[in-house]
């Protein structure tokens, strides 16, 4: 699992560029203003002196205990081993180090809302973790690690005081495996991120058109026919289920029903509203397909088939999504419109509400919960059915008021390559929720990341998901006023080296991928370029190319980042400069690297045609060269309080304005921050 963390260090010191390290305070306690930790805690106070990490370094359980708890104590020590490179002896000691003391257990099936809080003490002598049961105890030892830190004498922790509890109840991370496959270990090593991180609830998503991905025993048709031999075998959902448990994470599935159900008719045409013939899609959007709610067969492979299903997921939610339903094929079915009118069903928005009572009755008779995305959510939905909100706060206020609880996704698409800064402040007690009676607030469980699979595969989906979702988990654990964006940024990139002591391959992926498409087990120049550069955001990218399951996802804009934090660091300092309050340092960076991107494209050029995978990126580099060009002279302007001719200024504007478009799926990140050193240079 660890494998790759050998090969990063050439990319790292380009994506890290200007990673300056700043501190924040938590909800005003100024005891965490030197604090690298995400999320930052409810309330800590800063103590004298540090907590050596040395060989002897020895952790015991007092209390109550269990193999959870033993199994947590291994991890933390295994996870602090490969962080300082100490090899940590697991048996008992005399006098431990850490002393973990829980006051008994947790619900056998983790609960929403069960208590979540910790106390972490530490002093020069020693630490003590005390927690009500073992779920703040994994808490604990996550805020414990991310404090280890290197100072001049070794490894240590800061003295200090911590009182922590989560402000949401529910902090998920959505993964679908319908669209892209996503095997065993790719899983469980987000898991292990989610843990790092404190969340605690790994929504599932396991079906879809492209494919059906659990083994059903009852109907193996499902998997036979509807997988392209990609699913789960239901021991390996078990195991994750375990896998999850241990860490303190509840595991919801989802089976979207009555669209996205293409793969399903693989196998059961008869249950479609259409008449075929099925096969597993291959394209992406919204298909026609839908189940037909009219027969009562329907219900009866449903019921049969939620019943198997929830003995394989014990949590007590199950999410049926309900979203995105054309209702073409209804409409093209004379025998489903005869069964509208004789039901008095005026649309098929009402016919799929029909179809949702239907099956939240057949969810509630085998002892769950229902969810499902925004569309399920009519007047007379049950209460206790769960709203997950796409649409936005107005829809998660509206479930609110209606009695519903719900759950914030809008702002936390992370596969739609938003900055971290817009999950960041992306809130789901703001906007329409600020307005909801405190009851009504109650009702709001928090929020989930959604990482969507089109365009990601098991090689580059760790660079979607981290480190951008470590700062929504923030959002969703720390208190409401911990916003301050540029200490998150600084907090966020600590945070994302020590994922990678996890197994998880948000930066090692990267430099993989450039190696392979260039070739070159040192791709510098392809480095360099990559550092500037970012996927489009939002649905862009599927009007700039077609894509489809069968599509290979090995090109560049597959290989960056979501976020370019060269480019972002990049954009502050250039923002500085024009602005006139840059530091010396900031105003040799915007040099330095305006230089880099300048020279870049002489190196790279003659490396491009090589490759069918690059030969595509000559006018992207091209581009950033002329780009870094208008860059330096307006720098030059600017040092040596030289007015940019008017005309000349407009002439590069216009070239910068189209220099904004995407060119081989990729957006050019430096041409904003040069568009404001052109501006400032002419209006100097």
Known sequence: MFKSLERRSGLLCVFSFLAFLSFATAS???????????????????????LAIEGGFSVALTGYTEPRLIAAKERFLATLGRETGIPFQNGAADKATLTIQTAGASEAVQQLGEDESYRLEITPSGAQLTAKNPLGVLHGLQTFLQLVHITPSGFAVPAMTIDDQPRFPWRGLMIDSGRHFM??????RNLDGMEAVKLNVFHWHLSEDQGFRVESKIYPLLQEKGSNGQYYTQTQVREVVQYARDRGIRVVPEFDVPCHTTAWFAGYPELASGKGPYKVETRWGVMDPAM??????????????????????????FHIGGDECDGKEWDANQAIDAFKKAHGLKDNAALQSYFTARVQKLVAGHH???????????PDTPRDVVIQSWRGPKALAAAARQGNRGLLSTGYYIDLNQ???EHYLADPMEGDAASLTPEEKARILGGEATMWSEFVTPE?????????????AERLWSPQDVRDVASMYARLAVVSQKLQYYGLEHLSSTELMLERMTGDLDPKAMRILAAAVQPPMGYEREELRHYDATSALNRLVDAVPPESEAARKFGEAAKAVADGGASAEERREVRHWLVLWRENDAKLEPQLGKSELTVELAPVSQTLAQVATFGLEALEDLENHRVLDAG??????????????PQAVLRDMVVAPVEVLVQAASAH
């Open 28 to 50: 005003g306690a100024q005891s965490a203003a030197s604090l690298d930790l995400m999320p930052l805690p409810a309330h800590a106070v800063t103590g004298t002196g540090q």
């Open 183 to 188: 095997p065993v270990d790719m899983i469980e």
């Open 292 to 317: 037909d709610p009219t027969r009562e067969s329907t219900y009866r492979f449903l019921d049969r088939f939620i019943g198997e299903m929830t003995t394989l997921f014990p949590d007590a939610y």
């Open 368 to 378: 769950k919960i229902m969810e499902g995305w925004d569309e399920v959510l009519e």
């Open 419 to 421: 900055s971290a800064a």
């Open 460 to 472: 580059n989906v760790d660079s979607r998901i981290w480190p951008r979702t470590a700062a929504i």
């Open 648 to 661: 000349i200024a407009q002439r590069e504007l216009a070239i910068l304005k189209q220099a904004e478009k």
